[in-house]
């Protein structure tokens, strides 16, 4: 496999130089108000083509890129719906979440169930081992904008492991609960993790 990725190269290689040569050979062989021609007009023309077409397939990449996600989302919407094992909802709504790039939009027939599913993950992973499950809920409790949350994260800034604590700020300045600035200020200015007292500051700034 690696020689044949080697041959290809070289032949890529070798027709570009194959084609520099012969379009210097073609260049020289032009009259001079024929090179001024393709200088002054064919040139710009075909530049201008060419940042045409590679606007259009940006664009077209963008279409294309969309539409994967609403269908992806859809299919894990369907199978967050289905699902009735704990574990396996939880891993659902954080792909779902995840997939959706940090937002709440497209997902707001489940919200309410992404919220009670995060909730209770955040209640019931106790203990040091689950700390980043912890984590992950709370920051996401945070992109599903549900303002009845705030308490719960205000709680979980008082976490026993930092990765909670930063990701309960996380969460609470993607809410922009203003109503935490107070607590927020005092863990920006107190908590001994330094990631900790980071994204609380970020929080406060995001509030500002």
């Known amino acids: 496999m690696t020689d044949q990725r080697g041959q290809a190269n070289l032949t890529a290689i ?8 012969a379009s210097v050979w073609a260049w020289k062989r032009l009259t001079p108000d024929t090179q001024d021609y393709v200088v002054e007009q064919a040139v710009p023309m075909a530049v201008a083509v060419a940042a045409a077409g590679i606007v259009g397939w940006k664009v077209v990449r963008s279409i294309r890129r969309r539409r994967a996600l609403v269908q992806m989302r859809r299919l894990l919407i369907a199978r967050f719906e289905r699902e009735t094992v704990a574990t396996k909802r ?5 792909q779902l979440i995840e997939i959706n790039r940090y ?12 919220v009670e599913v995060l909730v209770m993950t955040l209640k019931t992973a106790l203990g040091d081992k689950q700390h980043r499950i912890r984590g992950m809920a709370a920051s996401y409790l945070g992109v599903l904008q549900d303002r009845q949350v ?13 990765h909670v ?6 969460g609470l300045g993607r809410l ?3 109503e935490a600035k107070d607590k927020l200020t005092l863990v920006m200015q107190d908590d001994w993790d330094q990631t900790v007292r980071s994204r609380a500051r970020e929080a406060l700034e995001r509030m500002a």
Do not use: M, Q, Y
């Not at 939880?90 to 954080?94: C, E, G, K, S």
């Not at 937002?103 to 992404?114: K, R």
């Not at 308490?151 to 492991?161: I, N, S, T, V």
């Open 14 to 21: 070798l027709a570009l130089i194959g084609l520099i040569v």
């Open 90 to 94: 939880r891993d659902l709504a954080f």
């Open 103 to 114: 937002t709440v939009n497209g997902l707001e027939s489940v919200a309410p169930a992404l």
């Open 150 to 162: 705030i308490p719960l994260l205000l709680k979980a800034l008082e976490d026993d492991h930092a």
């Open 165 to 170: 604590r930063a990701c309960a700020a996380l």
């Open 176 to 178: 922009n609960a203003c």
